[in-house]
């Protein structure tokens, strides 16, 4: 018996044929996971049909899902509790916590092969090696200790904004997700980032694995027609933070007056951005199209996975990013905070 254990909806769980290997199969175990929907489907408002099907797991062939009844209770509890992204985080990682320690109390005998993600893996990982079992461990999260050292270091780049000191794991958790780590047998991490820095704290390179996750298909409909003299436009991947680069971003757009910038703002954004005269909110269908986006910006002071980053990438969009956001892909990389190096890749992408 193999066991897969998935506390919350991610996109790792399209590549769980290619986690287990060999054509393996496996019970997963997700408490938020509904049945197939209901055959009168069309008598229900679209909202709901579109938020149950996010929750409909389709299992490959050889997995088969089990979901928890009234698991939504849990779930709107937390979110009742949770009124800021601080307090998000902090009841997501005690959420997986929890279901981990439930987990490993009833792990059957005989199983083979545990997949869990981070910090939800370690009570789960013990269990399974006292029986011989195999643990795979999915990095989905930052590594804890090292996102805390590189948001200290862009607080004391930008004192001003305070938002970059709104949020840090416990040590609980920090020692948590390390733990983790000296438990599995193999890491799957999403970035290159990630793989060196497992590399350099000692850990084998014949147990980290790529988790190469695919950019969702979208159609960018007919291609609009930019004037030659149009200004360029720059989109800031991932939500309007200082953490992701968001004041690189701006000085950037200072230094070269004929580029506008887009931007998604979200709770910590500073307003007064979105007053300058060439910055513009970015809608939902643009950030998923890039439509009428001459470059990406991914400027991250922290590890980060901005979906914008792979749609650039797929539809051969030029991405501006740091390490710490190009996952595994071939971008134009500049060091974090460095805005002389930001404005140069900007002329070398508006000269092509």
């Given at each position: 018996m193999n066991l897969v254990l998935v506390p919350e909806p991610a996109p790792w769980l399209g590549q769980l044929p290619t986690l287990m290997g060999n054509g393996e199969q496996a019970e997963v175990l997700a408490p938020w996971a509904l049945p197939a929907a209901p055959t009168r489907w069309g008598l229900f408002p679209s909202r709901l049909r579109g938020a149950w099907r996010r929750r409909t797991l389709p299992a490959p062939e050889g997995f088969r899902v089990w979901g928890l009844p009234g698991w939504w209770a849990?779930?709107?509890?937390?979110?009742?509790?949770?009124?800021?992204?601080?307090?998000?985080?902090?009841?997501?990682?005690?959420?997986?916590?929890?279901?981990?320690?439930?987990?490993?109390?009833?792990?059957?005998?005989?199983?083979?092969?545990?997949?869990?993600?981070?910090?939800?893996?370690?009570?789960?990982?013990?269990?399974?090696?006292?029986?011989?079992?195999?643990?795979?461990?999915?990095?989905?999260?930052?590594?804890?200790?090292?996102?805390?050292a590189d948001l200290d270091e862009a607080a004391f780049r930008h004192p001003e904004e305070s938002f970059l000191r709104n949020h840090r794991a416990s040590a609980e958790d920090v020692a948590r997700q390390e733990a983790e780590r000296v438990l599995a047998d193999e890491c799957w991490v999403r970035s290159a980032f990630s793989r060196e820095r497992l590399l350099r704290d000692g850990h084998a390179s014949e147990r980290i694995r790529d988790l190469h996750l695919p950019a969702v298909a979208v159609?960018?409909?007919?291609?609009?027609?930019?004037?030659?003299?149009?200004?360029?436009?720059?989109?800031?991947?991932?939500?309007?933070?200082?953490?992701?680069?968001?004041?690189?971003?701006?000085?950037?757009?200072?230094?070269?007056?004929?580029?506008?910038?887009?931007?998604?703002?979200?709770?910590?954004?500073?307003?007064?951005?979105?007053?300058?005269?060439?910055?513009?909110?970015?809608?939902?269908?643009?950030?998923?199209?890039?439509?009428?986006?001459?470059?990406?910006?991914?400027?991250?002071?922290?590890?980060?996975?901005?979906?914008?980053v792979a749609t650039a990438m797929a539809w051969g969009i030029p991405v501006i990013a740091t390490d710490r956001a190009s996952g595994f892909h071939e971008c134009h990389t500049v060091p974090r905070g460095n805005v002389a190096a930001l404005v140069m890749e900007l002329d070398a992408v508006r000269a092509t």
């Open positions: 849990v779930e709107a509890g937390l979110r009742l509790g949770a009124r800021s992204a601080a307090a998000s985080f902090r009841a997501r990682f005690a959420l997986r916590r929890r279901v981990a320690q439930a987990t490993a109390a009833l792990l059957p005998e005989g199983v083979e092969t545990v997949v869990a993600p981070s910090l939800c893996a370690r009570e789960l990982f013990a269990a399974a090696r006292r029986q011989g079992a195999r643990c795979v461990l999915i990095e989905d999260l930052p590594f804890l200790r090292a996102l805390h159609s960018r409909g007919e291609a609009a027609q930019k004037e030659a003299e149009a200004s360029p436009v720059a989109l800031l991947a991932g939500p309007a933070l200082a953490r992701g680069g968001l004041r690189e971003a701006l000085a950037a757009l200072e230094a070269r007056p004929g580029w506008h910038l887009w931007v998604r703002p979200t709770e910590g954004t500073d307003v007064a951005v979105l007053k300058h005269p060439r910055v513009q909110r970015v809608t939902e269908q643009v950030q998923r199209t890039l439509r009428g986006v001459d470059v990406v910006l991914a400027p991250s002071w922290c590890e980060s996975h901005p979906s914008e």
